[in-house]
Every structure is written in C-alpha cells, then in structure tokens.
C-alpha cells in the first residue's frame, strides 16, 4: 500500500485507487450546505424589517453560517440562537437589535436578490 500527494493531504492508495475512508473522508470536508441569512432589525424584540440584507452562505452547519454573516456585519457581542424550529432558525446578536434567520437554501429563493458569502 502506498501514499500518493493529493493536494496538501496524503490519501492512502490501495494498487493506485483510493481507500473508501479516505473517499469517504474528503467527501465531507468539501461537502457544504447553502444557507439563506435574512438580517434585519428589531422592534420590541421581533422582527421589525424595517430593513433587510440576504445572504447565500455556503458552510457546513447554520453556525458556521452565522459566523461567516456576523464577522461580515461587525455587529458588537456576537451571535446566539434564539429559537430553531427544524427547517428555520433565529439568531439573535447579543449587543444590537438585530436578529436572523438562517433557513436551507431552495430553488424558489433564486428570484431573491442576495449577496453570496
């Protein structure tokens, strides 16, 4: 069994075809969800969307979608959820009155003006 270079890693290569974990290994790191970030601000606690910026994120989880919109904004205090009902999720920033939602990206949202992160 040798090791051939593939880029910055080594993957294990049984007679010059990779291993299945190494298969299975890098198929989940490049493997991203598409996420749509509605930002907007509050009123009394709910969303007031007096204004509004969508983001289409590409991370692995809602989180690490949310880390990627807050270092964006530069909104003081940092992101914590406020409430998840399986398809969407509220976040809400500990220092501002502004919330987002993060939900999965679907075909119906490309008629959406959105920047992409």
Known sequence: MGCT???DNLSPMVSGVPSHTALARRSKLKTKNIYLVEVTDTFG???????VHRFKVHANTERGAMRKVSNRLMYGGGVRKDFDTGDMQRWVWRNACVCAFV???????????VESL
Not at 45 to 51: I, V
Request: zero cysteines; hydrophobic letters at 25%.
């Open 5 to 7: 270079e593939n880029g």
């Open 45 to 51: 606690g709910e969303a007031n969307y007096s204004w």
């Open 103 to 113: 939900e999965g990206y679907e075909d119906q949202a490309e008629r959406m003006v």
